[in-house]
């Protein structure tokens, strides 16, 4: 069977990551595991370990590539220093976000490119079809007219693409446990935040307001959930921003004992911190309380005894209650907090980090985006996750199409506010048009360069900056265990920590001999609005046992 070397480039941008540098995402590890299940002899690496060995490619027939459309000059980068793989008739495959654009696809040198999700394509070609080989398939696929579902390929300068996969079902969901094994291929992966997926897919299948579009017919609010999936004027579902719920469907929970498994595996392999991963973390069980597909963002309520089950296993395995792993969750809606949520979070998740999605504190803004949550809702959450214990990230967004200079001040107006609730971190994006989204087609010409709007969004973003910092300095004097990393890039005589139960960059003066350990730390300084500088008090123990 063919060798195939998976290479993570997920944003790596134009070829070196800037933040997020203690990320290790599910796409590539789910693509390698699935990969072996059909036979292959797969292995995952960091895109890093590849640029700057390139020779390792030599031992492989299949280069598979996982990025996003923001990684478009790393992906070059790393294709050109392939060239003598590709001389040698070694076979390019690209997936993960990036392949949704088309214009993207047309710029990469590829053989064959997945588009959406994976699972079904992938059995639909090696079991229904009986490739035996990406060779086969490309020499096939290559020759026929069709091109199936899911699967794009190159003919000359021409992308020619059998559009979007299918949605995976249940019965091909979560049949295998993302690669285990190549995690310790990552650099410092006992210090990374290690991503494990419990939720396929978003509930938020409302739509935004696009008007000349919109015939405002009502069937995407339906009591029918499943028809809530098909809007007549084509509008994709979800937030205006975001193509989750039109690419990986509507939510799907994954059942309680495999995450279990696999966040074992994890730690007993030295990872130390694990994020359930989710579009949203409260739709986890959700799906078992309706008949039908889960399609509403806000009914029925989170499935609290799932939840807990969930929580109850992994805060039990021993390292998590021995304090020496963390669990903490991604995202979650407002719509779904409760008193009752926020108790069950706060039972098995106190101190550790939750993102939580705010965008704009102008319920116009919201509403015309599609967002299942108003600006009240959120604060409301805030409030009643501080209250259990949780330390609420909250993201902000800026750039909307149709946004004003009053929407910019609301959201502006908001920022005292957090800082009395309690949010630890405000996390501020500029919007992007994204492939296969509601605003794909909104460009430049759209957006307003209204010189008022650029003078209140620079007052935003530095709002923002100047909340993060003040919350770093009132960090000062405290105690957190963090897991030590690394010696810093620049500068050698530091080390970098990250807390162990999220939070910011910590960097360190001590001995390099400490990589690889837990430690107390006291944080003695801020260095900017996301670094702080910390002591080490003790020692708490050793990660890494042969590093
Ligand atoms: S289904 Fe489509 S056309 Fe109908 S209300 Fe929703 S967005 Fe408008
Ligand atoms: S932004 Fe979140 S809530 Fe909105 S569609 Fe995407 S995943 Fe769903």
């Known amino acids: 069977m063919e060798k195939v070397l998976v290479i993570d480039a997920n944003a790596r941008c134009s070829g070196k990551r800037f933040a997020t540098l203690d990320v290790i ?53 790393l294709l050109k220093s392939l060239k003598r793989f590709r001389e040698n008739r070694g076979l390019v495959v690209l997936g993960g976000p990036g392949t949704l654009d088309e214009d993207v696809l047309k710029i990469l040198d590829f053989d064959v490119a997945f588009i959406g999700e994976a699972e079904y394509t992938f059995h639909y070609l090696f079991h229904r079809c009986g490739y035996r080989s990406f060779r086969e398939l490309v020499h096939e696929i290559g020759n026929s007219r069709e091109v199936p579902k899911g699967l794009a390929i190159k003919r000359g300068n021409n992308v020619v693409s059998g559009g979007l996969g299918y949605w995976v079902p249940k019965d091909l969901l979560f049949k295998v446990i993302p690669e285990i094994n190549d995690v310790k291929n990552y650099p410092y992966y006992w210090a990374c935040r290690i991503y494990v997926e419990v939720v396929r897919g978003c509930s938020n299948f409302c739509r935004p307001s696009i008007t000349g579009l919109c015939s405002e017919c009502g069937i995407c609010n339906s009591k029918d959930l499943s028809k809530r999936v098909v809007c007549p004027a084509g509008i994709p579902p979800g937030c205006g921003y975001c193509n989750v719920p039109l690419v990986h469907g509507y939510a799907r929970s994954r059942d309680i004992y495999s995450i279990v498994e696999e966040v074992h595996k994890l730690i007993d392999l030295g990872a130390t911190r694990i ?32 939840i807990e ?54 319920n116009k803004l919201l509403n015309i985006v599609g967002r299942p949550s108003k600006c009240e809702d959120v604060l409301n959450a805030i409030k009643l ?68 709007i650029v003078k209140y969004r620079e007052i935003l973003k530095e709002e923002v900056r100047k909340f993060n910092s003040y919350r770093k300095m009132e960090l000062i004097g405290r105690h957190i265990d963090v897991v030590i990393a690394s010696k810093h890039h620049k500068h050698q005589h530091y080390l970098v920590g990250y807390p162990l139960t999220h939070g910011p960059v910590t960097l360190i003066k001590t001995s390099k001999r400490y990589i690889g350990y837990l430690a107390r730390v006291k944080i003695v300084k801020a260095l900017s609005d996301r670094i702080v500088l910390g002591e080490i008090i003790h020692i708490k123990q050793k990660i890494v046992k042969n590093l």
């Open 385 to 452: 996750l501080v209250n259990k214990g949780l330390r609420p990230y909250v993201y902000l967004i800026h750039g909307l199409p149709h946004e004003d200079v009053e929407d910019i001040k609301k959201t502006i107006g908001v920022i005292p506010l957090l800082k009395d609730l309690g949010v630890e971190r405000i996390v501020l994006y500029r919007f992007r048009s994204l492939p296969r989204t509601a605003f794909e087609k909104i460009d430049k010409v759209v957006e307003a360069i209204d010189p008022e």
């Open 309 to 362: 089950k969930l929580l109850e296993e992994l805060t039990n395995i021993e390292q998590v209650s021995e304090g020496k792993a963390s669990i903490s969750i991604e995202n979650i809606k407002a719509c779904l907090v409760n008193r009752e949520v926020a108790e069950v979070l706060g039972k098995y998740l106190k101190n550790t980090a939750i993102y939580i999605g705010l965008e704009s504190c102008s």
């Open 25 to 77: 995402g599910v796409g590539p590890r789910l693509i390698t595991a699935l990969l072996k299940s059909y036979g292959f002899e797969a292995v995952l690496h960091p895109y890093e370990n590849i640029i700057n060995n390139p020779k390792l490619v030599k031992n492989y027939d299949v280069v598979a590539v996982s990025f996003m459309v923001s990684d478009i000059v790393a992906v070059q980068k």
């Open 275 to 306: 994020v359930l991963s989710a579009p949203d973390f409260l739709d986890f069980g959700r799906d078992a309380k309706v008949q039908d597909i889960l399609t509403d963002p806000c009914n029925p309520s989170p499935n609290i005894d799932m």
